[in-house]
């Protein structure tokens, strides 16, 4: 399936790179044009419905997204990437700041329920946000998204792994345990291997709370808002995806030391043979060090022979 893009060929080459080529469904960008549909993709009348499967938990309101504008404080003709966007709520208050706004929906019928709606500025293509080529988007762009609660944290951690560079603000709206370890320090019960990735790239600041009926159905659980800061990467840490790998390694056995943590994944000799290279207390424990630790526990992986 081709890529309808009414816009200039300068505009079609920063944006489409960020989205997957397995369409769904629907594939478009900008104002006007085209919609392109596979076969079986049809608009039902009324609205669609939702998909549990999918975790499709809709803002009743675009006011209560405001603390996710506010963070990103888009500007008329500025970028903005938001990861599913269902009935629209969030794209709409998006769009009366004057951003230009490339919505990324998994669902068809959602999709092209909000395409008859659409506002100028906005763009819209059915892919999966898991498979969002990050590392190609334009820089700079702000990203947002009411995220699904059961992949919510992958798509955070690919998010820091491939955009982190070409993005100076994201604000996410995610289940409230999710928002607690992201925004932990040391110490504090929910701070772990997220907590210390996010650092790693971000300020995080929590935004807020959202109680379940805000949402259309009711999820089980509160939700959060957070807002990320990005910046350079923390030294030490430049290679995201080793030292994620280290992060689990360590936290994967909480309760335990990190000898024995690390053990697990490493080998008892190679474990306590970095832990001495990085000037960590064997016997103490993940929970309890600051990223400045962790990075240097990874460097000193990153230059063992066992590695």
Known sequence: MRWRVPEPARERER??????????????????????????????????????????????????????????????????????????ALTAELLATGARVLAVELDPAWALALRERVAPGLALAVADALEIAWERLPAPTLVAGNLPYGVGTAILERFLIGAAAAVPRAAFLLQREVVDRIVARPGEAPYGALSVLVASRAEALRLGRLPPGAFRPPPAVESAFVGLRLGSPFP????????????????????????????????????????????????????????????????????????
């Open 15 to 88: 944006w489409a790179p960020t989205a997957s080529r397995r369409c769904l469904g629907l594939c478009h960008y900008g104002s006007g044009g085209t919609i392109l549909r596979t076969p079986g993709v049809r608009r039902a009348p009324g609205r669609p419905a939702l998909d549990r499967r999918l975790g499709q938990h809709h803002l009743r309101s675009g006011t209560l997204a405001l603390p996710l504008v506010d963070f990103l404080r888009p500007s008329v003709g500025d970028r903005v990437l938001e990861i599913g966007p269902g009935g629209g």
């Open 236 to 307: 030490g840490t430049e290679d995201l995806v080793g030292f994620l790998a280290t992060l689990r390694a360590a936290f994967t056995q909480r309760r335990k030391t990190l000898r024995n943590s690390l053990a697990s994944a490493w080998g008892r000799e190679r474990a306590e043979r970095l832990l001495a290279v990085a000037g960590l207390d064997p016997a103490g424990r993940a929970e309890r060090l600051g990223l400045e630790a962790f990075a240097r526990l990874h460097r000193a992986a990153e230059r063992d022979p066992g590695c």
